[in-house]
């Protein structure tokens, strides 16, 4: 049997349990949630009510293991998270990470509507969490891949001023133009913007501030190569700027590129980010696979 404990989370009530001994997700609900049928135990866990270590889990085969924590919600109705522009990767009380879809921007500007924290604000009101979308980092509105939003001005705080302590291992999937003879290497300059909003890279100090970035390449052809990007520092268009300077800008970049586009987007694809989770201090590691179209190419 497993232990259970109460909490409440964001103002949603939950029941927390420990795994006791190996078996599927879905056996195990109907073992030890109590009144609660299958079909409704379908229904939390498509609705993103179940929680395991902390990792939203919606698979009903989902193989626990002894010592795993499950989180269940007490909700009479879970809602159903279903967006074509975002997809939920982990969430628990304090913060939401997120693989974000190209073309969708982190956080309204101007007139669009159709941003992030807009979508999970909408989301947290439908699932009766009484918390907030708070923005720690951004990506590009035509990059897509992940981000974490923190559900409180706490934990936003922490992100926000202890980002580059917390965030250990941030990596970029990208294809650029031309074959990249190199098997990998490191790119530094001091990036600056003008009034115009471009990014300006020199060799030597311009003013600006000083950015490191580190590329392997994955796979290449004679026209294109696939290539990982390491961040050691986290500037503004760093990745597009740095890839650029060598000759090999990322395909479909308007501001930087050279025209090239063969998948008509911007090819630049935040699929790694790791932290320290700042609660907990728990080493947080995420992927989300190199899009398809990206590798079709080669």
């Known amino acids: 049997m497993a232990q259970n404990m109460n909490n409440k989370n964001n103002g949603q009530d939950y029941d927390r349990y420990v795994v006791a001994e190996e078996t599927m997700l879905l056996d195990w609900l109907l073992h030890n949630v109590k009144g609660k049928s299958r079909n409704k135990l379908k229904d939390i866990l498509r609705g993103h009510g179940v929680f395991v270590d902390g990792k939203c889990v919606t698979q009903f085969d989902y193989r626990l293991q002894p010592g795993m924590k499950v989180t269940v919600s007490r909700a009479k109705k879970a809602a159903p998270f279903k967006s074509r522009y975002i997809k939920i990767v982990y969430e628990d009380r304090y913060l939401i990470v997120v693989d974000k879809s190209a073309g969708v921007l982190s956080m309204a500007a101007g007139h669009s509507s159709l941003n992030v924290k807009a979508i999970l604000d909408t989301y947290f009101e439908k699932s009766g969490q009484k918390c907030r979308a708070h923005v720690v980092h951004r990506l590009d509105r035509e990059t897509s891949g992940l981000m974490v939003y923190a559900k409180d001005i706490e934990t ?92 090999h800008p990322v395909c479909g970049d308007l501001k930087y590129g050279n025209g090239d586009n063969p998948l008509d987007r911007l090819c630049l694809h935040a699929y790694m980010l790791c932290f320290y989770h700042p609660i907990t201090r728990e080493r947080m590691e995420f992927f989300t696979p190199i899009p398809q179209t990206f590798k079709q190419l080669f």
């Open 156 to 247: 936003e705080q922490i992100l926000e001023h202890n980002w580059h302590d917390i965030v250990y291992d941030r990596r970029y999937v990208a294809v650029v133009s031309g074959e990249i003879v190199d098997e990998g290497g490191t790119i530094s300059s001091w990036l600056k913007d003008n009034n115009s909003y471009i990014t300006y890279s020199s060799p030597v100090d311009n003013g600006g501030k000083y950015a490191v970035t580190h590329f392997h390449v994955l796979n290449r052809t004679t026209t294109h190569s696939l290539v990982e990007y390491k961040l050691e520092t986290g500037r503004k268009n760093q990745i597009r700027v740095h890839t650029a300077d060598i000759g």
